[in-house]
């Protein structure tokens, strides 16, 4: 039984910083990623990584957010500096990617 455990999400000022952290029971994965998703809009994708560090984000995050693996390897968290309100959405993490399975979601809240 595969479980995502997330933790860090909040409320923040804009230009704060946040981090969010994804630990996964029962297996590890090559890919592992965090998505958000806003009031009315889609999931999207944040960034993702590799069990090999190779990363990717969405455009409107690079500069600002880095993705990282943690030791044990089941693990990734999403270090977010220069927040801004449009960051505003429930995170989500994801793991896999032939079988995908998906955190609980947290809330991160940019707003003065």
């Known amino acids: 039984q595969v479980q995502l455990v997330e933790s860090g999400g909040g409320l923040v000022q804009p230009g704060g910083s946040l981090r969010l952290s994804c630990a996964a029971s029962?297996?590890?994965?090559?890919?592992m990623g965090w998505y958000r998703q806003a009031p009315g809009k889609q999931r999207e994708l944040v960034a993702d990584?590799?069990?090999?560090?190779?990363?990717n984000y969405a455009d409107s995050v690079k500069g600002r957010f880095t993705i990282s693996r943690g030791n044990p390897r089941n693990t990734v968290a999403l270090q977010m500096n220069s927040l801004k309100p449009e960051d505003t959405a429930v995170y989500y993490c994801k793991a896999g990617t032939r079988n995908v399975y998906w955190g609980q979601g947290t809330q991160v809240t940019v707003s003065s």
């Open positions: 990584i590799t069990s090999g560090g190779r990363t």
């Open positions: 029962g297996s590890i994965f090559n890919v």
